[in-house]
């Protein structure tokens, strides 16, 4: 199957916490770093996922931020460090390539949030992304 998806980061899962109607599911990816997703209890049930399931992770490049300061203090669970490595931009949008620890990364955000941080190639950033925005796919 071909997904339209751009950002999918492989992983493996290490917990499962089943709610009423939804899960967490913890994965640790191929760099080192862990990722939450909230998830449907049914769509955890379906994939039988479990300590142990290799999965990858998938993120519309819309639900990535980028912050160049300091994140704490925010909800948000998923913050992956890495580096800017490219740098597109358009007359409203701008779409940023990030390195991150083992995988690579794209955010769609608006260009002038890209001129407010001064994002350039080899800016160090870190990479924002809500649990419940990371959907998973057995792999």
């Known amino acids: 199957m071909s997904l339209s998806i751009r950002n999918q980061l492989p992983g493996t899962v290490t917990a499962v916490t089943p709610g ?3 899960a967490t599911v913890r994965v640790r990816l191929s760099g080192g770093q862990d990722l939450t997703a909230a998830i449907t209890r049914e769509a ?7 300590a142990g399931t290799a999965v990858r992770a998938l993120v ?5 931020s980028v912050a160049t300061g300091g994140v704490e ?3 948000i669970r998923n913050r992956l460090p890495g580096t800017v ?3 597109t931009t358009g007359d409203a949008m701008a779409s940023v390539r990030v390195a991150v620890e083992g995988a690579e990364l794209t955010a769609a955000i608006t260009r002038e949030a890209a001129d407010d941080l001064g994002l350039s190639v080899g800016v160090p950033v870190v990479a924002l992304v809500k649990s419940t ?3 998973l796919a057995t792999a």
């Open 60 to 64: 519309k490049s819309t639900e990535v």
């Open 133 to 135: 925005e990371v959907s």
């Open 85 to 87: 490595t490219a740098l």
């Open 73 to 75: 203090g925010l909800s």
């Open 44 to 50: 955890a049930d379906d994939l039988s996922l479990t």
């Open 20 to 22: 009423e109607a939804m």
